[in-house]
């Protein structure tokens, strides 16, 4: 009986603090839809502007404090009409230039990647490279594809040090861009 008592008590306890504990708050996400076709998903608690600095879509992470200076990432989408014609040319051509540019616009710029791979379903053309600009050791991630006669440039600028924690969200929204082809 004793044996059984203390059993009980056992399972009383795991089931107490079963309930005491937290649910896991789950992540609440946004959707945003846009007439020409564009779908994407983000956190509620970053900001999304339309139309904002020469980008279709920007994303801004909440702000966190660097050092004295409130940074947060930014994520944003590009679209570039494509001169007719020019839709045919292939990633190559139409990228080719943008690792120089990049060394021109920063400097001392580390190229890490620029190749072709698979934008979940898309052809496409991913450039990686790092830069330190003032305090600040900066990661862009760029993925170029071609759909709809136009020219789609999705940009990730992240403070590199921030770049694994921060990697799954961004991951988590680049997959979540849809682009439906036009007639």
Not at 7 to 32: M, S, T
Not at 67 to 78: A, C, D, H, Q, W
Not at 128 to 137: K, V
């Amino acid at each position: 009986m004793k044996k059984f008592f203390v059993a009980f008590l056992w399972v009383v306890l795991a089931v107490v603090q079963g309930w005491a504990q937290d649910e896991p708050k789950k992540e609440e996400w946004k959707k945003f839809v846009a007439p020409e076709g564009i779908t994407l998903e983000y956190p509620s608690d970053w900001e999304l502007t339309e139309n904002d600095m020469g980008a279709r879509v920007f994303l801004k992470a909440p702000l966190r404090d660097g050092g004295g200076v409130m940074f947060g990432e930014t994520m944003y989408l590009m679209i570039q009409d494509l001169a007719p014609g020019t839709d045919t040319l292939g990633l190559d051509v139409l990228t080719d230039g943008y690792d120089r540019q990049a060394t021109q616009l920063y400097g001392a710029c580390k190229i890490e990647s620029f190749r072709h791979l698979d934008f979940y379903g898309t052809p496409a053309k991913e450039l990686i490279y790092t830069a330190t600009m003032g305090d600040y050791r900066l990661r862009w991630v760029n993925y170029h594809f071609i759909k709809n006669k136009k020219m789609y440039i999705y940009t990730l600028n992240v403070e590199d040090k921030h770049y694994g924690s921060i990697k799954p969200i961004t991951d988590r929204i680049f997959r979540s861009l849809k682009v439906k082809t036009q007639k």
